[in-house]
């Protein structure tokens, strides 16, 4: 399965981007798919969950900015970033799992998201 981040960019802080991620898999619907952020070294922690029935739920440092929602038809879960912080800076990933908490190994390229002060 490929996963193909997008969205990424340079911005101010308050702005807003939305990320998009598109999955090769056509059972989309079928997993729970999270957005993960790395900042180099260290290791890429979630952002956001979306369960397969589209429950989801927020690291508390973006709770309340940021929301996922997910296209099935388009096979593809979007992270909308509101009122961006430079803390957000970060590499962003896109994966999948059969349940929240089990993620497989299909990371795509990531998209980079740079907030400045």
């Known amino acids: 399965v490929q996963l193909v981040e997008s969205g990424g960019g340079l911005v101010q802080a308050g702005e807003s981007l939305r990320l998009s991620c598109v999955a090769s898999?056509?059972?989309?619907?079928?997993?729970?798919m999270a957005w993960f952020r790395q900042t180099p070294g260290d290791r890429a922690y979630v952002a956001g969950v979306?369960?397969?029935?589209?429950?989801?739920d927020y690291a508390p440092s973006v709770e309340g900015r940021f929301t996922i929602s997910r296209d099935n038809a388009k096979n593809t879960v979007y992270l909308q970033m509101s009122n961006l912080k430079p803390e957000d800076t970060a590499v962003y990933y896109c994966?999948?799992?059969?349940?929240?908490?089990?993620?497989?190994?299909?990371w795509g390229q990531g998209t980079q998201v740079t907030v400045s002060s």
């Open positions: 979306s369960s397969s029935g589209a429950t989801t």
């Open positions: 898999e056509r059972t989309f619907n079928n997993y729970a």
């Open positions: 994966n999948a799992g059969g349940k929240i908490g089990v993620w497989y190994d299909w």
